[in-house]
Every structure is written in structure tokens, then in C-alpha cells.
């Protein structure tokens, strides 16, 4: 019975999402991304260990979440330039003196140049981590909490590019109306 269930869930489920239209957001990039992507990465200096966590994940977020392929500079038809501006901790809660918690405020700024347009963000994410009492743990935490932020920069700046295709997209749809109209 329960199996039944699943399925009649799952079946709801796929329903709903063809019937409302959704499409995922690789197809609203592939809008302004058309062909291969180059991908650069400037690093704040302080920070140099996180030059190739951002390059890994531009990278995989291009072949698996834009469906797009990667190419030398020289070959590319698109280029993303993300730069790290460098993070600031700020201090969140204290117990008995001692700072518990903070929040890391990473800062990047995404360039995404096509042949026919060219977009820039700038993104500030946060990312809240308790402190350990040892110091080479706590080091770790701050690594991770950098790299955790910067995931989250990376998501919303596929948010941003998905946005500007499927701006993209309505543009060229009311464009060919406006041109069936007046025919």
C-alpha cells in the first residue's frame, strides 16, 4: 500500500511540474550562454588557498548546472571572471568572554561576458559557525565557512544568470508577437 502511495505522489508530483511550465534553469542560461565558457578566477592575496575551490566549482557548476562546456581561453565563446573580495568575521554570541559564534561575510563579484551582452554581480553571502575551543579547529571552521560561502555566492549568481535568460527568452517572445502582429 505504501508503495502505491509513492507513486501516486511521485506521479502528482512530475504532474504539477509539467504542467506549470517548469524549466530548469539551465535552459534560461543556454538564452545568453550559447557555446564553449572560459573560466578566470582573481583571488584577494590573503586568501590565495581558495583561487582553485572557486575554479573547481565554476567548473562543475558550468557542466552540470549550466549543461555547458569548458574551453581555452583562446577557443571560448563566453567568459566568467569571479573575484574574490575577501571575507569579515564578525562575532555573534560570547560565552563567558569568549566569542561561541560568528558570521563570515564573503564578498565576490561575477562577470559574465557572452558575444552579445556582457553581466555583472556583485554578491555577499553569509554563513554563521561556532568556534571550538582548539585553534587548529577553529582554523579549519574558517576555511570551511569561506568555502561554504562562496558555494552560496556560486548559487546566487546561477540565479542571476538563469534570471537574465529567462528575461532573455520573454524578450524574444514578445518581440515575435509584436512581429506576427504586424503582419
Given at each position: 500500500?505504501?508503495?502505491?502511495?509513492?507513486?501516486?505522489?511521485?506521479?502528482?508530483?512530475?504532474?504539477?511540474?509539467?504542467?506549470?511550465?517548469?524549466?530548469p534553469s539551465a535552459?534560461?542560461?543556454?538564452?545568453?550562454?550559447?557555446?564553449?565558457?572560459y573560466v578566470e578566477?582573481?583571488?584577494?592575496?590573503?586568501?590565495?588557498?581558495?583561487?582553485?575551490?572557486?575554479?573547481?566549482?565554476?567548473?562543475?557548476?558550468?557542466?552540470?548546472?549550466?549543461?555547458?562546456?569548458?574551453?581555452?581561453?583562446?577557443?571560448?565563446?563566453?567568459?566568467?571572471?569571479?573575484?574574490?573580495?575577501?571575507?569579515?568575521?564578525?562575532?555573534?554570541?560570547?560565552?563567558?568572554?569568549y566569542i561561541t559564534?560568528?558570521?563570515?561575510?564573503?564578498?565576490?563579484?561575477?562577470?559574465?561576458?557572452?558575444?552579445?551582452?556582457?553581466?555583472?554581480?556583485?554578491?555577499?553571502?553569509?554563513?554563521?559557525?561556532?568556534?571550538?575551543?582548539?585553534?587548529?579547529?577553529?582554523?579549519?571552521?574558517?576555511?570551511?565557512?569561506?568555502?561554504?560561502?562562496?558555494?552560496?555566492?556560486?548559487?546566487?549568481?546561477?540565479?542571476?544568470?538563469?534570471?537574465?535568460?529567462?528575461?532573455?527568452?520573454?524578450?524574444?517572445?514578445?518581440?515575435?508577437?509584436?512581429?506576427?502582429?504586424?503582419?
Amino acid at each position: 500500500m505504501q508503495k502505491y502511495k509513492s507513486m501516486i505522489i511521485m506521479g502528482f508530483v512530475l504532474l504539477l511540474l509539467v504542467g506549470c511550465g517548469y524549466k530548469p534553469s539551465a535552459q534560461y542560461i543556454q538564452h545568453i550562454m550559447k557555446g564553449s565558457v572560459y573560466v578566470e578566477v582573481q583571488v584577494d592575496p590573503k586568501e590565495p588557498e581558495n583561487a582553485s575551490y572557486v575554479k573547481d566549482a565554476l567548473h562543475q557548476m558550468i557542466l552540470t548546472r549550466f549543461k555547458g562546456s569548458l574551453a581555452p581561453k583562446n577557443q571560448a565563446t563566453n567568459f566568467i571572471v569571479a573575484s574574490y573580495e575577501g571575507t569579515s568575521f564578525n562575532p555573534v554570541s560570547y560565552s563567558n568572554g569568549y566569542i561561541t559564534r560568528y558570521r563570515a561575510d564573503i564578498q565576490m563579484e561575477f562577470e559574465l561576458r557572452t558575444p552579445d551582452r556582457v553581466f555583472k554581480r556583485s554578491i555577499k553571502s553569509e554563513v554563521e559557525e561556532n568556534i571550538s575551543a582548539s585553534s587548529r579547529l577553529s582554523s579549519a571552521l574558517r576555511i570551511e565557512a569561506i568555502r561554504r560561502g562562496m558555494a552560496k555566492a556560486l548559487d546566487q549568481f546561477l540565479a542571476y544568470a538563469s534570471t537574465q535568460g529567462l528575461l532573455t527568452e520573454e524578450f524574444h517572445k514578445a518581440q515575435m508577437i509584436q512581429q506576427q502582429q504586424q503582419q
